[in-house]
């Protein structure tokens, strides 16, 4: 695996787990939870130590399956992100939202603490205040925002009095390259990470068929979906984290890691699907 710093002293690998699915889509579904606990060990022991999940994903119960999976591992050795829904981001409703996230998943503290998408309907002031809160009593290491353009990010700092926005999950692949044109230069900047979700367009980046990324993983000897991860960890301030059920797409996934394409391909390939 290789890693990115993330904060001073705080490193996280380049490629985690995603859990959308997990546990059920939008309410509980207990019956692969054991599929499912597998899956997640075998991704931790290839090195995708950074687990993401959310309150929202299976009405809670991902949570909970992730935090059977980890049970044998050593706390140090993982990097947990969870996220609070949008309609609980009312100052009160954030503190209960990771009290109860913290117990779904059997853990003290979370990592990484989320907002999952912005609300309008609540001032943004309010929420961080409510994620400074989560951090300076310990329930969350660091605190970050998800699906925040630019602006709203640069907002969303300003209300923060001794806390810095860690991170910012948004959709990002060669297929949505959105990120690039603004949201990712700031990051950089600023030293924020840039967490890279669908990474893999739902697996259709991972299928052969597409001239451009077939002959670039032909040409280093990668599959088209470890041609697409490599794209994206190649940045600067950027990891991924593709959701994987398959241990065979797991094992697959970790092979995006410890080569670089060249600058010239790597141009390329950006261009190919703008
Ligand atoms: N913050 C947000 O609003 C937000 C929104 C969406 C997603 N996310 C997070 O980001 C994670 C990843 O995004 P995602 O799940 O939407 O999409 P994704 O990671 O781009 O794609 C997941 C799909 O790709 C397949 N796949 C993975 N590796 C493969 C491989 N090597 N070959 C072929 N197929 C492969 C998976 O199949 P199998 O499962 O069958 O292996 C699954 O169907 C989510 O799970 C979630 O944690 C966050």
């Known amino acids: 695996m290789e890693y990115k710093e993330f904060a001073k002293g705080?490193?996280?690998?380049?490629?985690?787990l995603g859990t959308w699915g997990i546990g059920g889509w939008e309410t509980p579904d207990p019956s692969r939870d054991d599929e499912s606990i597998a899956s997640l060990r075998a991704g931790i022991e290839l090195g995708m130590t950074h687990i993401d999940t959310a309150e929202f994903y299976a009405g809670?119960?991902?949570?909970?399956?992730?935090?059977?999976?980890?049970?044998?591992?050593?706390?140090?050795?993982l990097f947990?992100?969870?996220?609070?829904?949008?309609?609980?981001?009312?100052?009160?409703?954030?503190?209960?939202?990771?009290?109860?996230?913290?117990?779904?998943?059997?853990?003290?503290?979370?990592?990484?603490y989320l907002v999952h998408w912005p609300n309008p309907a609540v001032p943004l002031k309010e929420t961080m205040r409510a994620m400074e809160h989560c951090a300076e009593e310990g329930y969350t290491r660091f605190i970050g925002?998800?699906?925040?353009?630019r602006s709203l990010l640069e907002e969303a700092q300003s209300y923060l009095?001794?806390?810095?926005?860690?991170?910012?999950?948004?959709?990002?692949?060669?297929?949505?390259?959105?990120?690039?044109?603004?949201?990712?230069?700031?990051?950089q900047r600023e030293g924020v990470m840039l967490i890279a979700y669908t990474p893999l367009a739902k697996g259709r980046l991972a299928m052969r068929g597409s001239p451009v990324l077939d002959g670039m993983a032909y040409k280093y000897g990668k599959?088209?979906?470890?041609?697409?991860?490599?794209?994206?960890?190649?940045?600067?301030?950027?990891?991924?984290?593709?959701?994987?059920?398959?241990?065979?797409?797991?094992k697959e996934n970790v092979g995006?890691?410890?080569?670089?394409?060249?600058?010239?391909d790597w141009r390329r390939l950006g261009e190919a699907y703008r």
């Open 161 to 187: 009095k001794d806390h810095r926005i860690a991170a910012n999950q948004v959709e990002y692949s060669l297929l949505e390259q959105g990120p690039r044109e603004t949201l990712l230069p700031y990051c």
């Open 223 to 250: 599959t088209p979906g470890q041609v697409a991860l490599n794209w994206l960890i190649s940045q600067d301030w950027v990891v991924a984290i593709p959701k994987a059920s398959q241990i065979e797409h797991l």
């Open 10 to 16: 705080v490193k996280i690998p380049v490629l985690g």
């Open 60 to 77: 809670g119960h991902c949570e909970e399956v992730v935090g059977q999976a980890i049970k044998p591992y050593d706390r140090e050795e």
């Open 145 to 149: 925002v998800s699906n925040f353009d």
């Open 80 to 112: 947990i992100t969870t996220k609070v829904w949008h309609t609980h981001l009312r100052y009160d409703d954030v503190i209960k939202a990771i009290k109860g996230s913290l117990r779904r998943l059997g853990l003290d503290y979370v990592d990484l």
């Open 256 to 264: 995006a890691v410890g080569w670089r394409l060249s600058p010239e």
